[in-house]
């Protein structure tokens, strides 16, 4: 059973990200004294006493002004308000109402579903309920003096906020595969969440910077659950001013960070560029499952060699993520883009993937037989006395040693091999600790020296 949804309405730069953080006690919703921070709709989780609730943040509201992305903002809260049973109407009490004010407050008095007035900015007690009375003339009901910063007279707001909304019961808790969509600006990020959903879920624009904060988005496929989070575009770092593009490439990175599968898509046009392959590299090293999506192939001249030609491409250019599986698609067609959801179920399940001791002997065993380990100038050879995974997510295995000195990179690489040709784990990156007896003996356990592939 989903949970209710309470959706936050005003016009520009009164507060409403900072109200969401302090209605989630998260710091997730990007706040800077610049108005149109907030341009999608996205989603938090809430809850007040024994409610479970979301709140959906909004860009702010323009009705007199069609320039720049004002009327897709209007669209994304028009959407946000409809799928709401309630709504919060925030105002800025220190500016006093205005004629913006005035606009939506008119809009919302034709909307079927309950609406709290409240007047942010209200720091001080003794002025603040000065302050909001000012807002009786909206027409909108009792208006509520908070502090959003501070969080004074949110209590007040909520337990009013929770009349509204329907008996939840219990929720049940659903397993969802978390996908961080992540790329360059103007890749087809945005444009390709909206293929999946099937609906504007966030302004498409081909005004690179468009998407700021990183918007989490549920799907549902048969019996499966996604929560798909688009990103800002990354930019290199020295192309990056502080403000809000810093934030929003911040809030990109923490996505990689949360995400199980990462879709890393690349412009076809464009061709893999520097940049590409340094998220690449980002990908590996946080240890994320992915999957390239090489987005735009509609606008690329081909013949029968051109796919093949651009695979080649990829091993060479993204080696660090050479593991994992590439698909080419259209998200302005929706070319292929289904299918992208039956890579990333493969990649999650590696990422997710544990094999016995036994099997991992087995494997050990099996790829000596094949390829002894190197010897030293001095005649010492390498010794794989066991293996064992150790660790999910991704998967870890730690092989014993007799000495990790003796073990050069070109047998590190072979053995990783061997464990993908011979257990899969295509689609996510493979550690390998070696770990060795001297170390042990030496430092004790808990001191245990380890090199990774």
């Known amino acids: 059973m989903p949970l209710p949804i309470v959706a936050i309405i005003g016009r520009p730069n009164v507060g409403k990200s900072t109200l969401v953080n302090r209605l989630t006690g998260l710091q997730d919703a990007i706040v800077h004294d610049q108005p149109g921070m907030t341009r999608d709709r996205t989603y938090r989780p809430a809850y007040w006493r024994d409610r479970e609730y979301t709140v959906v943040d909004t860009g702010g509201l323009v009705f007199d002004d069609d320039t720049e992305f004002l009327p897709l903002i209007r669209e994304q809260a028009m959407t946000a308000l ?7 109407f925030v105002v800025d009490g220190q500016a006093g109402p205005t004629s913006a004010d005035e606009e939506i407050a008119v809009w919302l008095r034709t909307q079927p579903l309950p609406v709290l007035l409240t ?23 009792e208006p509520y003096p908070v502090s959003a910063i501070h969080g004074g007279g949110t209590g007040e707001l909520l337990d009013d906020l929770i009349t509204h909304l329907p008996p939840v019961g219990e929720i049940p808790e659903v397993s969802e595969i978390k996908v961080a969509i992540v790329g360059r600006p103007n890749v087809g990020k945005s444009s390709l969440l909206n293929s999946f959903v099937g609906e504007n879920r966030s302004i498409v624009s081909p005004i690179s910077g468009t998407t700021r904060d990183a918007i989490d988005t549920v799907v549902q496929r048969e019996d499966k659950t996604y929560r798909l989070i688009d990103t800002a575009g990354i930019r290199k770092k020295k192309n990056v001013e502080y403000g809000p593009e810093f934030f929003g490439i911040n809030r990109a990175f923490k996505a990689i960070r949360r995400a199980d599968v990462v879709l890393l898509v690349i412009d076809a046009v464009d061709g893999i560029t520097e940049q590409d392959q340094k998220l690449a590299g980002r990908i590996a090293e946080e240890g994320r499952a992915c999957v390239i999506v090489v987005n735009k192939w509609d606008a690329v001249e081909k013949d029968s060699y051109t796919i093949y030609d651009y695979e080649k491409l990829l091993q060479q250019r993204l080696h660090f993520t050479e593991w994992a599986e590439s698909i080419f698609v259209s998200a302005k067609t929706g070319q292929r883009v289904e299918k992208i959801l039956d890579l990333i179920d493969s990649a999650a399940e590696a990422h997710q993937r544990r094999v016995t001791t036994a099997v991992i002997n087995e494997v050990i065993q099996e790829s000596i037989r094949w390829h002894s380990a190197p010897v030293t100038r001095q005649g010492r050879q390498g010794k794989i006395y066991y293996g064992t995974q150790v660790k999910t997510q991704p998967p870890t295995i730690a092989l014993f040693v007799n000495d990790p000195v003796r073990f050069n990179d070109n047998y590190r690489r072979y053995m990783e091999s061997q464990f993908r040709k011979q257990l899969g784990f295509k689609g996510t990156p493979l550690r390998l600790l070696w770990r060795g007896k001297k170390a042990r003996e030496v430092e004790g356990p808990s001191k245990n020296r380890a090199a990774r592939v």
């Open 119 to 141: 007047v942010n900015k209200c720091e001080s007690p003794e002025q603040g309920l000065t302050q909001a009375a000012q807002f009786w003339e909206l027409g909108l009901g």
């Open 82 to 88: 409809s799928e709401a049973c309630a709504a919060i």
